[in-house]
């Protein structure tokens, strides 16, 4: 069975970096194919892919946010690790991180997803 | 980069098919053939129900069909029931190498 979940702090100050861990167990990052991915949703509004890491490292990122942000994993963790650096209020949203797999759901598509974590941005 | 184009909403009557268009450029959705397409319900993660454009994931209804045509790639519901009422989003991967999201689509089912 696999699960996902984010964790991090719920409210940052502008400027402030933001780092979120995605904790997954059901499968490994070390297996061909597979990447987890995050995504985020500001309230009310659409849904914004940000990053994606796979099982090999190769790595794609927001163009809009790439110098940003960081992914990075920790294979015997079981983590992968998301940084958003410099946040602002238009920042403020729900952050998702999902799987993907190559033989499930495409290299681009996340098949198993977190419950979301809601970060605000305010002084 | 901008987001890929989807209609505000739609809306059909349970038992009709209704189709939800998500339109890109010749860099991502015509580029290739990986375009997703999510169900999200108010306040839950969103839910895959279309990968590479036509693949089906194990255990979503064959009432959900997956095209594309050029740069316009297209959603089909058949037999609607009132618990396809959702939002839905599209994705594509783009020839920078990232992926893009549409702006969601709001199916109401009269």
């Known amino acids: 069975q696999i699960t996902l979940k984010e964790s991090g702090p719920t409210l940052v100050k502008p400027t402030q970096t933001l780092t979120l861990t995605c904790t997954f167990s059901?499968?490994?990052?070390?297996?061909?194919?597979?990447?987890v991915g995050w995504i985020r949703q500001p309230p009310r509004k659409a849904l914004e892919f940000l990053a994606l890491?796979?099982?090999?490292?190769?790595?794609r990122y927001s163009l809009s946010l790439k110098n940003r942000l960081t992914i990075t994993k920790d294979t015997s963790k079981n983590q992968v690790v998301l940084t958003l650096t410099n946040m602002d209020p238009v920042d403020t949203g729900t952050y998702y991180c999902?799987?993907?797999?190559?033989?499930?759901?495409?290299?681009?598509?996340?098949?198993?997803w977190g419950q979301g974590a809601l970060v605000t941005v305010s002084s | 980069q901008s987001a890929l184009t989807q209609p505000a909403s739609v809306s059909g009557s349970p038992g009709q098919s209704i189709t939800i268009s998500c339109t890109g450029t010749?860099?991502?959705?015509?580029?290739?053939?990986?375009v997703s397409w999510y169900q999200q319900h108010p306040g839950k993660a969103p839910k895959l129900m279309i990968y590479?454009?036509?693949h089906r994931p194990s255990g979503i209804s064959n009432r959900f069909s997956g095209s594309k045509s050029g740069n316009t790639a297209s959603l089909t519901i058949s037999g609607l029931q009132a618990e396809d009422e959702s939002d839905y989003y599209c994705?594509?991967?783009?020839?920078?190498?990232?992926?893009?999201f549409g702006g969601g689509t709001k199916l109401t089912v009269l």
């Open positions: 059901g499968f490994s990052l070390s297996t061909s194919g597979v990447g």
């Open positions: 890491i796979y099982w090999n490292d190769d790595k």
């Open positions: 590479d454009v036509r």
């Open positions: 010749s860099s991502d959705v015509g580029a290739y053939n990986f």
């Open positions: 994705s594509s991967y783009t020839m920078s190498n990232t992926v893009i």
């Open positions: 999902a799987h993907s797999d190559l033989y499930s759901s495409g290299y681009y598509g996340n098949d198993y």
